[in-house]
């Protein structure tokens, strides 16, 4: 069984409007997909009204607390006192959130104790990996 961490954070949505608006999120960390966090959103904070999932790099997140990291959907900078932007690039356009780096920080802790960087490769399953792949190619 897989260790799950999961925190709920406050994000505020940046929008065109003066105000912005603070919507439920919850990053999530899976021992099983240790390269990898999500960060979910309710449907009441997207377009299409149903839950979104983001998965990026651990490592992207981490970085980008503390200088701006990534350059692909999903791009992470500090902003301000106490706060990281986050965006997230689709098709349909870009959302862009602020998060207080404190939750993040705690979040990686986390994350970091459950696996520590550099050990991520222990706790993958390459024979379930490698089965599922030939599985998909029949």
Same mark, same amino acid.
């Given at each position: 069984?897989?260790?799950? =961490? %999961?925190?709920?954070?406050? $994000?505020?949505?940046?929008?065109?409007? *003066? +105000?912005? %608006? @603070?919507? *439920?999120?919850?990053?999530? !960390? /899976?021992?099983?997909?240790?390269?990898?966090?999500?960060? &979910?959103?309710?449907?009441?904070? @997207?377009? &299409?009204?149903?839950?979104?999932?983001?998965?990026?790099?651990? &490592?992207?997140?981490?970085?980008? =607390? /503390?200088?701006?990291?990534? $350059?692909?959907?999903? +791009?992470?900078? *500090? !902003?301000? !006192?106490?706060?990281?932007?986050?965006?997230?690039?689709? =098709?349909?356009?870009?959302?862009?959130?602020?998060? *207080?780096?404190?939750?993040?920080?705690?979040?990686?802790?986390?994350?970091?104790?459950?696996?520590?960087?550099? +050990? %991520?490769?222990?706790?993958?399953?390459?024979? +379930? /990996?490698?089965? %599922?792949?030939?599985? /998909?190619?029949?």
């Amino acid at each position: 069984m897989s260790t799950v =961490i %999961e925190q709920p954070v406050q $994000a505020r949505l940046v929008a065109s409007a *003066p +105000r912005m %608006e @603070t919507v *439920p999120a919850t990053l999530r !960390y /899976d021992c099983a997909d240790p390269f990898a966090v999500r960060m &979910e959103f309710p449907g009441q904070a @997207t377009l &299409e009204g149903s839950d979104v999932s983001w998965a990026f790099g651990r &490592e992207l997140l981490a970085a980008g =607390i /503390d200088k701006p990291a990534g $350059a692909g959907d999903v +791009r992470v900078r *500090p !902003y301000g !006192y106490g706060h990281t932007v986050m965006e997230f690039h689709a =098709i349909e356009g870009v959302a862009v959130v602020h998060v *207080p780096t404190h939750d993040l920080r705690l979040f990686l802790q986390r994350a970091h104790s459950a696996v520590p960087s550099g +050990r %991520e490769h222990l706790h993958l399953d390459l024979d +379930r /990996d490698l089965t %599922e792949l030939l599985r /998909d190619a029949r």
